[in-house]
């Protein structure tokens, strides 16, 4: 099967408008008569179902939380980016696309990216509209901030709660259409297999989480919006209930992988403290705009920080980096860390961490402007670490934190299977081998409001539909493998608890497909998750019955599959022979350490097809760069 | 800080389903690091059931940092326990004392009942949000942000009450099991903003017929919402909701 991208033709400033001109349009009296299943609440899923249901669908929305509101998009902190250029600073669209591009170390479609940043604006207004209490200046207008990767401000923030506050805008768009009776919602229900019928996505099998059902859905088309995967990493900055059990088994029906090893540790979470840990917690990026990060000049120095002069620290971000300085995109942020934690310089005591440190910016600035922009992060610190950040610098350290990869959509955001569309960080699209901060909730809403709602119309328009009911033999079957699956997880009863077998693939997946990878290392990973998987299935314990609410055997499957995904990040990884982004290859570093890309061979897009277990064939999606000649990534 | 070990008896709430009849059972956490989490300690007593081959205590949580709203259970009496201003996820084990017995039980409201052990079913909250908690605009159709300036004071307040996760710790807090700060931050939210009045009036009375039929109780000022609300909701707000309120109910009876 060869890859289209449809990308459509002409100048990257008409692309798409030119292809919302060309979409064929579904008329308003025969949108009911569709049916869209919207898998997943965060921002891409919420704002999706709302919009589509505005537009006159019916739509079904399933989500595991007890309500659309608790998805992961709420723990974002820092903001949203967009190009309005309000502050005068030189922004613009084609700024925004260049800057989105280049962070990506050029390994995302130039259409994709550029089609972001043209709808960023859009998104603004609309969560403006929505009542999305923004931080605003004392004229009354939008304030905004800078990120890591930009040499200006596009920031738009609410607090430290840019994530809660934007869903919660999404979250009422989609209440107020579940109030007038077009989204049927289902909360509490886990997607476990999806139908395919004639080729087409025509529904899923998900588990009601409260009585333990296998429960049917039909549809002309499906919608996963269902998150990242760091959780792989068993330690990450997500959500706990995080996973990748919906997109997994729609890449074993036949949706491509695309870029699998494509992860992003992000350089600000706070480092681990003790060995009971159930996950890291993110200090938002934005801190980066006043926190300037150090460590000492002497290796193993175990003086107090506030003890440590001026003149022996190294604030090694803005030595090494002076251009961007403490702002330099995470994947340099987080590997700059870990060097320098590597080499003896790293400070607690693990000598796992560096300091973050503000008594510069609350002298410049003061306490009370400090604690404006970041009062409940550093509360959040102290609550968590019992130090105060207001006289004591932070200390983090990089963690597992998002997925550039994902299902392998095409322009149109629908995967290899038709019918199949998938959106937010659920599909691998717009971020190339490193995302920027503050765009992923950009691209979870452009998606979800501005993009899925046209093209999802071009693919009902342009098929013809077979009646399909729950009743179809494809749904029977796919219900009873999922049944299947169940009961062989219960009844393994063997002696490893579910998370101690997750536990154990995260510190493999940490220490080989991690921050930095070689060829040795993955080989032996490889080996290593086949073995675990193997002993898993074996031998992990699940105690209780699947005809009740049960969270072990949540976490089981979702633990299979992670088990699966594991081995593919590697293998990805294993012939990825090059550094980009997140991706670095110890094998492919320049003589100071920094990524070596090799555009000759890899510019490409790596999407991997399933066969069967440990065996995945690949298809290259080439990348061609018209407008931005890639370059090498520089910072300094 | 200097993390210690700490040994603590629980007595915890199981009860196997909505129906079941509920009682307290005893679990020891042994060996627990004062810098662990609250709910790092459940998760170790539960590792050790499930390693028996027994079910673990069923309880609620994904964010683990006090914004998801997912957590929230009754320990030693309070809401989210003993510490003003916090989630459940985000208390920490060095606020117990070697040898302590913690008490751990659901939310306990008419309007949440019990599903299991201490998950309880919050839906009620959605459904008063589906009946008004918003500002009807479809996608596409909003003016340029900065057309619609916002004093910062106002931004600011509407951000404070915003800033509500739909936990029900003040509905668990409350003798009535009223919803009051609840649905008042979100009528605050809307109230204060200029995109938010068009619908000033509707919203306000759908919301509240929605809490008064889905069993809530009523508003008797005591007070016990604000003191548990994790994210320090006023109660000032529920005073903005009855004056809301009223002036809705008298423009409406002007308007007949
Ligand atoms: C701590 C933190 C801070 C962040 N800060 C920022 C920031 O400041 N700026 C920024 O741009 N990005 C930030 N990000 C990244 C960003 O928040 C996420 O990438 C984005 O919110 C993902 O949104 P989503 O809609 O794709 O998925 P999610 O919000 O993860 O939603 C997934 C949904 O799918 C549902 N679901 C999943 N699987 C199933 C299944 N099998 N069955 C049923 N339902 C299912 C879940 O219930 C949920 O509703 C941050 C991420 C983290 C972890
Ligand atoms: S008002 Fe406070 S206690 Fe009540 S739901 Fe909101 S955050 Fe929770
Ligand atoms: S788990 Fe999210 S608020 Fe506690």
Same mark, same amino acid.
């Given at each position: 099967m060869a890859l289209e991208s449809k990308i459509p033709a002409g100048p990257i400033q008409d692309k798409w408008t030119n292809h919302k001109f060309n979409l064929k349009l579904v008329s308003p009296a025969n949108k009911r008569k569709y049916d869209i299943i919207v898998v997943g609440t965060g921002l891409a899923g919420s704002s999706a179902a709302a919009s589509l249901a505005e537009l006159g669908y019916n739509v079904i929305v399933l989500t595991f939380h007890d309500s659309p509101r608790r998805a992961h998009s709420i723990a974002a902190q820092g903001g949203i980016n967009a190009a309005k250029n309000y502050p005068n600073d030189g922004d613009s669209i084609y700024r925004l696309f260049y800057d989105t591009l280049k962070g990506g170390d050029y390994r995302a479609r130039e259409a994709n990216v550029y089609r972001l940043a043209e709808v960023s604006n859009n998104i603004i207004d609309q969560c403006v509209a929505q009542g999305v209490p923004f931080a605003?200046?004392?004229?009354?207008?939008?304030?905004?901030?800078?990120?890591?990767?930009?040499?200006?401000?596009?920031? %738009?923030?609410?607090?430290?709660?840019?994530?809660?506050?934007?869903?919660?805008? @999404?979250?009422? @768009?989609?209440?107020?259409?579940?109030?007038?009776?077009?989204?049927?919602?289902? +909360?509490?229900?886990?997607? /476990?297999?999806?139908?395919?019928?004639?080729?087409?996505?025509?529904?899923?099998?998900?588990? *009601?989480?409260?009585?333990?059902?296998?429960?049917?859905?039909?549809?002309?088309?499906?919608?996963?919006? +269902?998150?990242?995967? $760091?959780?792989? %990493?068993? /330690?990450?900055?997500?959500?706990?209930?995080?996973?990748a059990t919906a997109i997994w088994r729609a890449h074993k029906k036949g949706a491509f992988f695309g870029n699998p090893c494509f992860t992003q540790i992000h350089p600000t979470s706070?480092? /681990?403290?003790? =060995?009971?840990?159930?996950?890291l917690t993110l200090m938002s990026e934005s801190l980066r705009n006043d926190g300037r990060v150090w460590v000492p000049k002497q290796k193993g120095d175990k003086r107090h920080p506030n003890d440590i002069p001026e003149d022996e620290r190294d604030y090694y971000l803005e030595r090494m980096y002076p251009s961007y300085g403490n702002l330099t995109p995470r994947d340099i942020a987080s590997r700059a860390a870990k060097r320098m934690c590597d080499e003896g310089y790293g400070v607690g005591e693990t000598g796992q961490a560096v300091y973050l440190d503000f008594s510069d910016a609350i002298k410049r600035l003061g306490k009370k402007v400090i604690e404006e922009r970041y009062g409940n992060l550093f509360q959040m610190y102290e609550m968590i670490t019992g130090d105060n950040p207001y006289e004591v610098p932070m200390k983090i350290y990089p963690a597992p934190h998002y997925t550039m990869g994902g299902l392998w959509v095409d322009y149109n955001l629908m995967s290899t299977i038709p019918g199949l569309f998938v959106i937010g960080e659920a599909n691998f699209s717009d971020h190339g081998a490193n995302r920027l901060g503050a765009s992923a909730l950009m691209q979870g809403l452009a998606d979800g409001y501005f993009i899925l709602p046209y093209t999802i119309g071009d693919y009902l328009a342009s098929h013809k539909f077979i009646p399909v009911k729950t009743d179809h033999e494809e749904f029977i079957k796919e219900e009873n493998a999922q049944k299947d699956l169940i009961k062989r997880l219960i009844s393994i009863n063997g002696k490893r608890t579910v998370d101690d077998l997750h536990r154990e693939l995260g510190k493999i997946m940490w220490d080989y497909v991690g921050m930095s990878r070689n060829a040795e290392g993955l080989t032996k990973a490889i080996?290593?998750?086949?073995?675990?998987?193997?002993?898993?299935?074996?031998?992990?314990?699940?105690?209780?019955?699947?005809?009740?609410?049960?969270?072990?055997? =949540?976490?089981?499957?979702?633990?299979?599959?992670?088990?699966? /995904?594991?081995?593919?990040?590697?293998?990805?990884?294993?012939?990825? *022979?090059?550094?980009?982004?997140?991706?670095?290859?110890?094998?492919?570093?320049?003589?100071?350490? =920094?990524?070596?890309?090799?555009?000759?061979?890899?510019?490409?897009?790596?999407?991997?097809?399933?066969? @069967?277990?440990?065996?995945?064939?690949?298809?290259? =999606?080439?990348?061609? %760069?018209?407008?931005?000649?890639? $370059?090498?990534?520089?910072?300094? | 800080m200097s993390s210690k070990k700490l040994n603590l008896t629980l007595k915890v709430w199981r009860q196997p389903g909505p129906n079941a009849k509920g009682e307290f059972k005893t679990y020891y956490a042994k060996n627990i690091s004062s810098d662990a989490s609250f709910l790092e300690m459940l998760?170790? #007593?539960?590792?050790?059931?499930?390693?028996?081959?027994?079910?673990?205590?069923?309880?609620?949580?994904?964010?683990?940092?006090?914004?998801?709203?997912?957590?929230?259970? #009754?320990?030693?009496?309070?809401?989210?326990?003993?510490?003003? &201003?916090?989630?459940?996820?985000?208390?920490?084990?060095?606020?117990? !004392?070697? &040898?302590? #017995?913690?008490?751990?039980?659901?939310?306990?409201?008419?309007?949440?009942? #019990?599903? !299991?052990?201490?998950?309880?079913?919050?839906?009620?909250?959605? !459904?008063?949000?589906?009946?008004? &908690?918003f500002i009807s605009v479809n996608t596409g159709s909003a003016p340029e942000a900065n057309s619609i300036p916002v004093k910062k004071e106002n931004a600011d307040l509407a951000m404070d009450a915003a800033a509500c996760i739909g936990c029900g710790a003040c509905v668990a807090a409350c003798p009535n099991a009223s919803a009051m700060l609840f649905v008042s931050a979100k009528v605050s939210h809307l109230a204060l903003l200029p995109q938010g009045l068009p619908e000033r009036e509707i919203r306000v009375q759908r919301m509240v017929a929605k809490m008064d039929e889905l069993g809530f109780g009523n508003c008797s000022n005591i007070g016990a919402c604000e003191a548990e609300c994790p994210k320090e909701i006023k109660i000032t707000n529920i005073a903005r909701l009855n004056r809301e309120f009223y002036r809705a109910k008298f423009l409406s009876n002007v308007e007949e």
């Open positions: 605003r200046e004392y004229g009354g207008l939008l304030d905004n901030r800078s990120f890591g990767g930009a040499q200006l401000s596009r920031t %738009f923030y609410a607090r430290g709660q840019t994530g809660q506050q934007l869903l919660l805008g @999404a979250y009422s @768009a989609l209440s107020r259409q579940v109030g007038l009776g077009r989204v049927k919602l289902y +909360t509490r229900r886990e997607m /476990l297999g999806l139908v395919v019928i004639d080729g087409m996505a025509r529904g899923v099998v998900a588990r *009601n989480l409260v009585t333990g059902e296998l429960e049917r859905f039909a549809g002309h088309a499906v919608v996963l919006a +269902t998150g990242g995967y $760091s959780r792989v %990493f068993y /330690l990450s900055t997500n959500a706990m209930n995080c996973n706070l480092p /681990l403290h003790h =060995e009971q840990q159930s996950k080996q290593m998750i086949g073995d675990l998987r193997e002993e898993f299935w074996r031998n992990v314990k699940v105690p209780g019955n699947d005809a009740d609410l049960n969270q072990t055997l =949540e976490r089981a499957g979702r633990v299979a599959d992670f088990m699966e /995904l594991g081995e593919l990040m590697a293998r990805d990884a294993l012939h990825r *022979n090059e550094s980009c982004g997140g991706h670095f290859r110890e094998e492919y570093q320049t003589e100071d350490g =920094e990524a070596k890309r090799d555009d000759e061979n890899f510019a490409y897009v790596a999407a991997w097809e399933f066969k @069967a277990l440990g065996e995945w064939v690949l298809h290259k =999606e080439p990348l061609v %760069f018209e407008y931005v000649k890639p $370059s090498t990534r520089s910072y300094k | 998760d170790i #007593v539960n590792e050790e059931l499930e390693a028996k081959g027994e079910e673990p205590i069923a309880y609620e949580h994904d964010c683990r940092e006090g914004i998801c709203g997912t957590c929230g259970m #009754v320990i030693n009496g309070r809401p989210h326990g003993p510490l003003q &201003g916090i989630t459940t996820c985000q208390l920490h084990m060095r606020h117990f !004392k070697d &040898g302590d #017995v913690i008490y751990i039980e659901p939310f306990r409201a008419r309007a949440f009942p #019990v599903i !299991k052990d201490l998950i309880v079913d919050r839906s009620a909250f959605d !459904k008063i949000i589906q009946a008004g &908690g």
